[in-house]
């Protein structure tokens, strides 16, 4: 195989953007009035990824531990604030729950992944960076489906709610069937997208390690161990959130849950 990955020049790079007009033409079409989000999404995209490039560009060129702990940090917290942010309303316990489920989950995740499976340094940058960015997005992705379906359940069915409280049903009965209907829902997109890999979609790692000359093969492990790992940490970050979290919205002393 071609060892290098062929470089796109900045005026063959700029091309791409004109794609956006066909997607910004067919929601014109469909009367979609989101054409100024497509836009301001592109362009955020477009500078947060710039941005990232130059600072991992400097991490890799000088390998520190506390940068690469540094970047880590930041990228969790930004992953908790994008699903507190998605969230209002939550009490602090239940923020405190997320928080801890993804920060937590997360982190034992990639420990494992680099240091048992690829059995590198979890301070190697060149691993820990891009490893934690899938685990942490697509966590961020999954805990802030959960807990919006959790919600939205909730709030369509506060009558109900309500007449089984005053019949007696505890808080724990009530709330249970809303958890679990939350983590189905939080955990399909993950499930779908494992049962058309490989057939439908070559996924976005396995593509990058291709197209820079590593072996399909070895790709292929890589994007198997990776996949598992992603669906593993939404499971326990999204139990974590859910199980836990619900239990803040209700008292030990009183049948009231406070929505």
Same mark, same amino acid.
């Given at each position: 195989m071609? $060892? $290098?990955?062929?470089?796109?020049? !900045?005026?063959?790079?700029? !091309?791409?953007y004109l794609l956006l007009l066909v997607a910004a033409a067919i929601m014109k079409k469909c009367q979609i009035d989101q054409t100024k989000l497509l836009i301001v999404a592109s362009l955020r995209m477009s500078v947060q990824l710039?941005?990232? $490039?130059f600072i991992l560009t400097i991490i890799f060129e000088n390998p520190h531990p506390q940068f690469t702990l540094a970047y880590l940090a930041a990228m969790t917290i930004f992953a908790i604030f994008r699903v507190l942010s998605k969230n209002k309303g939550l009490n602090r316990r239940f923020q405190l729950v997320i928080a801890l489920s993804i920060a937590l989950s997360g982190l034992l995740a990639v420990l494992f992944f680099i240091c048992v499976v690829v059995r590198e340094s979890f301070f190697n940058p060149q691993y820990a960076i891009p490893l934690s960015g899938m685990i942490m997005g697509n966590t961020m992705n999954g805990v802030s489906l959960g807990i919006k379906t959790f919600r939205e359940s909730l709030e369509g069915q506060q009558r109900k709610i309500g007449t089984l409280l005053s019949i007696g049903a505890s808080p724990q009965k009530i709330l249970l069937p809303f958890v679990r209907q939350a983590m189905e829902t939080a955990l399909l997109p993950t499930m779908n997208s494992m049962l058309g890999m490989g057939i439908v979609? !070559?996924?976005g790692m396995m593509t990058g390690q291709? !197209?820079? $000359?590593?072996?399909p093969g070895t790709a292929i492990l890589y994007q198997i161990a990776m996949m598992i790992s992603i669906c593993t940490v939404v499971c326990m970050a999204c139990f974590g959130s859910l199980y836990f979290g619900y239990r803040t919205l209700y008292r030990k002393d009183t049948q009231i849950i406070e929505l």
């Open positions: 071609n $060892g $290098g990955i062929v470089e796109i020049q !900045l005026q063959q790079f700029v !091309l791409v710039v941005i990232a $490039g979609s !070559l996924p291709i !197209l820079s $000359g590593t072996m």
